[in-house]
C-alpha cells in the first residue's frame, strides 16, 4: 500500500521558535498533499491543501504567515510553524492523495511548545 | 460547504457482535467516501471506501454502504475483535471531471469503537 512518512515525530521547542515538519509520500507522487491539526478525542481539522509547484490554498481561519507550506516536488511538502508559541501545541497530520483520489496520511507530529 | 455527521460518537460491544456507524453529508456532489480507523496516537489508516457509482462494498468482516438519495453511508464490522478497538472516521468529498482530481476531505466527527472480549 501508499506509504506516507512524517517526520519528527515529537518536537518540544521554546516558544518563540520555528518548527518545520516534513511529510513525503514514499513509493508515488502527490500532486496534492494536505495538513491537518487534530485536537484529543476530535476529528481532524484541515489547515490547508499544498499544490506542487504552487501556492498552498489556506482554510478559513488558518494564518498563511503563521503556518508556512512548501511543495516543492511531487514527494515533499512542508509545514513551517514559525514563531511558534503554547496555544500552536496540537497533533500535525499530513496527507497525500494518490492518482486514484484515496489519502494515505502520515504518522503525525506531536509538537509540544514550552 | 460540505457537512459530515457522524453517529454514534461511542460505540461499545461484545465480540463477536456487529457493529454499525453511520454517517451523513449535505452536499449532494460528493461522491468519494472514504473510513478510516485511528488507534491512539497512530496515523488514521485507509479500511475501506466507496465510490457513488455503486450502492455497497464488501471487504472480508468490512462493508460499507451508500445511499446518495438520502445522502448517507453507512460502516458495517461483523464478527468484532478486541483489535477493531479504535476511532473510526468517515469522510466525503467531490471528484473533479475525469475522476482524475479529487477534493479535500470533510471528515466525521469521529466514533469510539470499544470491543470487548
Known amino acids: 500500500g501508499a506509504v506516507v512518512s512524517q517526520h519528527p515525530s515529537r518536537v518540544i521547542c521554546k516558544s518563540g521558535t520555528s518548527v518545520k515538519i516534513e511529510c513525503r509520500s514514499l513509493d508515488f507522487q502527490a500532486t496534492t498533499m494536505f495538513w491537518y491539526r487534530q485536537f484529543p478525542k476530535k476529528s481532524l481539522m484541515l489547515m490547508a491543501t499544498s499544490n506542487e509547484g504552487s501556492k498552498a490554498t489556506y482554510e478559513q481561519g488558518v494564518e498563511k504567515d503563521k503556518f508556512l507550506i512548501n511543495h516543492a516536488s511531487l514527494t515533499l511538502s512542508t509545514l513551517t510553524v514559525t514563531s511558534a508559541h503554547p496555544e500552536d501545541s496540537s497533533f500535525y497530520i499530513c496527507s497525500a492523495r494518490a492518482t486514484d483520489g484515496a489519502q494515505y496520511f502520515g504518522a503525525g507530529t506531536r509538537l509540544s511548545v514550552l | 460547504g460540505e457537512n459530515v455527521e457522524q453517529h454514534p460518537s461511542t460505540l461499545s460491544v461484545q465480540e463477536g457482535d456487529s457493529a454499525v456507524i453511520k454517517c451523513t453529508y449535505s452536499d449532494s456532489a460528493s461522491n468519494y467516501f472514504p473510513w478510516y480507523k485511528q488507534e491512539l496516537g497512530k496515523r488514521p489508516q485507509l479500511i475501506i471506501d466507496i465510490r457513488s457509482n455503486v450502492g455497497e462494498k464488501k471487504d472480508q468482516r468490512i462493508a460499507v454502504t451508500l445511499n446518495k438519495t438520502a445522502k448517507h453511508f453507512s460502516l458495517h464490522i461483523t464478527e468484532t475483535q478486541p483489535e477493531d478497538s479504535a476511532v473510526y472516521f468517515c469522510?466525503?468529498?467531490?471528484?473533479?471531471?475525469?475522476?482524475?482530481?479529487?477534493?479535500?476531505?470533510?471528515f466525521g466527527q469521529g466514533t469510539i469503537l470499544t470491543v470487548h472480549p
Open positions: 469522510a466525503a468529498s467531490i471528484s473533479h471531471a475525469g475522476g482524475t482530481s479529487y477534493g479535500k476531505l470533510t
